[in-house]
């Protein structure tokens, strides 16, 4: 069975993934206005377009799902990407090796440890045991008040745990923080959010939340496990969602901005791109200015989205051919 898309969902990625690209070379107001809600979002729809999982037969088949999708090509990523440092930087094969294993074990950049190389794919290891908290909860409980206590305390450890500068081997604090907000997204599916009479009114306060946190100066920032005021910018994160699964709706009914919806339906190649287009590695360090490394950044990673894109669609349709 297909699984039907949803116009908006991709409409929403497309818009994170972008951002996220854009983001990565900011700081001040501009980057705290992108991590208020960019990584949080793609954690929120995956609890909204998820099936809930209720048997233990079907919690195991999605893990050996998600192993695959997700920790696999996540180390694989770390892999490629310890390659491209070590074409440019030969290092003995010994500090290779054990820079890998660091990088896969933490599954994190954390300069403490001297883990440098795992790039944006911690995000993969966070969504793959993210989910599996997740998964496994709503299989043991039943109760949706229940499961967000025990969601919502699991955030709480993981808020602590990064006020003491510890953190978990392969993103399992953060993982914990990501599970809360899938369970926030399936709260929202069945709530039919976006079909209440008073939809208005719960966007209208949740953008002058959004605001004023913003005007505050406070956003999370999932990779390095920063969560100012922990529920205000929690909060904050699904308030933004809400506004931009709503701004993606409206930009779906323009002819020119619905095109964008493209990449939201391929976010994991323009992750991988991003993840392994050497910036970090040679020559991000070559450009000052903010406005030049977001443009040549974009237009670099972009580009070669369309290329592996166009290579991926021959490819179908040779094989299309052949057969």
């Not at 909860?137 to 450890?157: N, R, S």
Request: hydrophobic share 55%; with cysteine; aromatic share 16%.
């Amino acid at each position: 069975m297909v699984k039907k898309r949803i116009e908006w969902v991709d409409m929403a990625k497309a818009v994170a993934i972008l951002f996220m690209i854009i983001g990565h070379e900011l700081s001040g107001e501009a980057r705290n206005f992108i991590f208020s809600f960019h990584m949080p979002l793609f954690f929120i729809l995956s609890g909204y377009t998820s099936r809930k999982i209720t048997s233990f037969e079907g919690f195991k088949n999605n893990v050996a799902k998600n192993f695959r999708r997700m920790w696999l090509f996540a180390s694989l990523m770390v892999i490629l990407m310890n390659l491209e440092s070590w074409v440019l930087n030969p290092i003995p094969m010994d500090e290779f090796l054990l820079h890998l294993v660091k990088g896969i074990f933490w599954g994190a950049n954390i300069l403490k440890y001297d883990v440098t190389n795992v790039g944006v794919v911690w995000f993969l290891y966070a969504f793959f045991w993210g989910k599996l908290i997740y998964d496994g909860v709503c299989v043991l409980i039943k109760d949706w008040h229940i499961e967000g206590g025990i969601f919502l305390f699991g955030a709480a450890i993981a808020y602590l745990l990064a006020r003491k500068e510890l953190w978990l081997p392969q993103t399992l604090d953060i993982a914990l923080v990501a599970a809360f907000f899938m369970w926030m997204g399936a709260v929202l599916k069945q709530a039919k959010f976006d079909e209440m009479k008073h939809e208005k009114w719960l966007l209208s306060l949740a953008f002058i939340y959004w605001i004023v946190c913003l005007t505050q100066g406070l956003s999370l920032d999932l990779s390095v496990r920063s969560y100012p005021k922990f529920l205000v910018t929690m909060l904050e994160a699904l308030a933004g969602t809400l506004v931009w699964i709503k701004i993606s709706k409206y930009l779906l009914l323009n002819q020119l901005t619905q095109k964008l919806s493209y990449f939201g339906k391929h976010t994991m190649v323009l992750l991988c791109i991003h993840h392994l287009d050497f910036y970090w590695i040679k020559w991000g360090g070559w450009i000052q200015s903010e406005f030049s490394q977001v443009l040549l950044r974009t237009i670099l990673d972009l580009t070669v989205f369309f290329i592996v894109m166009a290579i991926m669609k021959l490819r179908q349709k040779i094989s299309m051919i052949s057969l």
